[in-house]
């Protein structure tokens, strides 16, 4: 079996994941390959797209919000994701067991005794005039019935987990500054999910496998499970393994992939590139080492914007006073100077111009 040293993963990353070069690809059809953006910090996705796409008009995704193509919610890892409505509609079921042990994993103790599917109900029933409402808003009223509860444990077993909710807009428009406010997907929409699977198929759970190869390959079902927080997708990884082709790592793991996917020359140069904070680039694996050293592996998780330069993790980036502040991870030539700092003018003229 063919082995994939890390220069090579890092360069098949990169070109599926757009950053090796820029996409000529529409803002909506970016965010769909991506299979969505993480955006717990609203204004983030505009730059992970501004990195991946030539000319991109952060007008073009705000619109797309407010139009309901795309929509905000919890997805992968009960995080905040922009994902496609469409993929939305017909992915939702499919993680509803995760966001529920997930949001239980953090506040099992506070909702022991809780009937989750009568909070539901309650839940239901109070957004159904669908009016959008902050947490607080629905914590309150949830206290009236579970008054021995903590309020903050029954809103996050609502909003994440047991009713699929939207956050609406201005939330995640282009330079707006909003709070969340929550109204069920199906309202907003206009549409309800689709359902689970019946008997046992996952229809969904092969399509998740496929696309996130197309994104992120070639990965390991562990960096699978990292991506989505889902841990029952082996049935679906085999049910598509006959049209994979597999690889090895340095370390021995298996790696699946599509036939065409872009498996780039390891030698083929990358450009310095600007990370948003949480940027699945690096958040999509459980080994990160194809683009981040193990002693900067957490720098994205907790939500500090990174640099990439020859395609690694090198460098954190802030904007301090309407200034780019760039901070190196390691010594850079002159010329890999130059590059970052061109590319940061280009950045800044974007975020502030």
């Avoid at 090579?8 to 070069?21: K, S, Y």
């Avoid at 198929?201 to 496929?210: C, K, N, Y």
Wanted: overall charge neutral.
């Amino acid at each position: 079996m063919t082995v994939l040293d890390t220069r090579a993963l890092n360069r098949a990353t990169l070109a599926r994941q757009l950053l090796l070069d820029r996409a000529d690809l529409p803002v909506l059809d970016a965010v769909a390959h991506l299979c969505g953006l993480q955006a717990q910090e609203p204004q983030e996705p505009f730059v992970g797209l501004w990195s991946r796409l030539r000319a991109f008009d952060p007008a073009v995704l705000s619109d797309l919000l407010v139009g309901r193509s795309v929509v905000r919610t919890h997805l992968m890892r009960r995080t905040v994701h922009l994902l496609t409505a469409d993929d939305v509609v017909a992915w939702r079921a499919r993680h509803d067991g995760m966001l529920r042990q997930k949001v239980l994993g953090v506040y099992r103790k506070e909702l022991a005794g809780v009937d989750l599917d009568e909070l539901a109900a309650a839940g239901r029933a109070l957004m159904a005039d669908g009016e959008p409402r902050a947490m607080a808003e629905l914590t309150r009223a949830m206290a009236g019935r579970w008054p021995t509860t903590e309020p903050r444990a029954l809103g996050e077993m609502l909003i994440s987990a047991l009713i699929p909710m939207g956050q609406l807009p201005p939330r995640g428009v282009w330079r707006a500054k909003a709070g969340v406010r929550n109204v069920p997907l199906s309202l907003w929409l206009g549409r309800e999910l689709d359902p689970p699977a019946p008997n046992g198929a996952d229809p969904v759970g092969r399509t998740l496998v496929l696309r996130y190869l197309a994104a992120y390959g070639p990965a390991a079902t562990a960096d699978l499970r990292a991506w989505c927080g889902l841990a029952g997708l082996p049935a679906a990884v085999a049910s598509v393994r006959d049209e994979l082709v597999s690889f090895r790592d340095e370390r021995g793991r298996e790696l699946l992939d599509l036939p065409d996917a872009p498996r780039p020359d390891p030698g083929t140069p990358a450009p310095v590139r600007f990370l948003p904070a949480f940027d699945n680039a690096l958040l999509g694996y459980d080994d990160r080492t194809r683009i981040v050293d193990d002693a900067h592996r957490n720098l994205s998780v907790a939500g500090i914007r990174v640099v990439l330069v020859d395609g690694r993790v090198s460098a954190t980036w802030t904007v301090k006073d309407g200034a780019l502040d760039v901070t190196p991870l390691r010594d850079f030539s002159l010329a890999e100077r130059d590059a970052v700092a061109e590319e940061g003018q280009a950045l800044t003229a974007f975020l502030i111009g």
